[in-house]
């Protein structure tokens, strides 16, 4: 039963990864989301439904549209796939317990923001409000009790995000931190709660810090879309959270 629910998370996945990634491009562009039908971003044409299939078919295309032969960003095929692989993931390590919910959740806007802040830095006040219902909707159905304290977390990661832009800004003489960073400090804090919410602020800065040095030469501006990986060191903390809670109540 258990490879038979990781396949169908597996494909579950993939589309959500497909569909997710789509919105990344939409919502940035002021795209409906249902109207229009899915089109080549270059030549604007409607794709058929076997252009669309996760995965397979932009492999079986060779990465490019089928009308006008231009290359198909491969960050939506890094969706599907993350998609794919994260939803079993979620399923192999938590089950259906709250944690499978909160991970998967965190899994989907994820994938939102990867399209959208790394192509026009952009974190959509929308997917971040719906990860905000997501999430308290899971704790009124697992855990009500601590509903309450998840949301003055967030509140508070939020306020103390803005205070560390508001600094950074007076140091720096520059916007040191985006808004929409700032407001997912405070879905995070919701999510995992407040020290390891500064768990996972540290290992995002580790991997976005990596990521400037390696891409210094193609950013010029200096400009790192660190959403991404905010949500992947809250990810990185809630599937490492033994360890973390352990070190954690050792160091304090």
Known sequence: MDIIFTVWF?????IMGSFLGCMGYRIPNKIKTTYPSSFCSSCK???KWYMNIPIISYIVQ?????????KIGFIYFICEVLGALMFSLNYIL????IEFFIATILTCTLIVTIVSDF????????????SVIGLILTYLIFDSSTVI???VIGVILFGVMFAIKVFGNI??????????DIKLMGVIGLALGFLNSFVALFIASVIGLIFSFITIKRNK???????????????IVLYFSNIIDSFIFNLF
């Open 171 to 180: 140091i720096f003489k520059r916007e040191s931190l985006g808004d929409g």
């Open 10 to 14: 597996a494909v579950l996945g993939a």
């Open 62 to 70: 060779g990465g490019r549209c089928v009308y006008c032969k231009e």
């Open 119 to 130: 192509e026009y830095y952009y974190i959509s006040d929308r997917v971040l409000v719906l």
């Open 94 to 97: 938590f089950k259906f317990n």
């Open 149 to 151: 304290m998840k949301i």
């Open 45 to 47: 044409k409607s794709l």
């Open 221 to 235: 501006e200096g400009i790192i879309p660190f959403g991404p990986f905010i949500i992947i060191g809250a990810l």
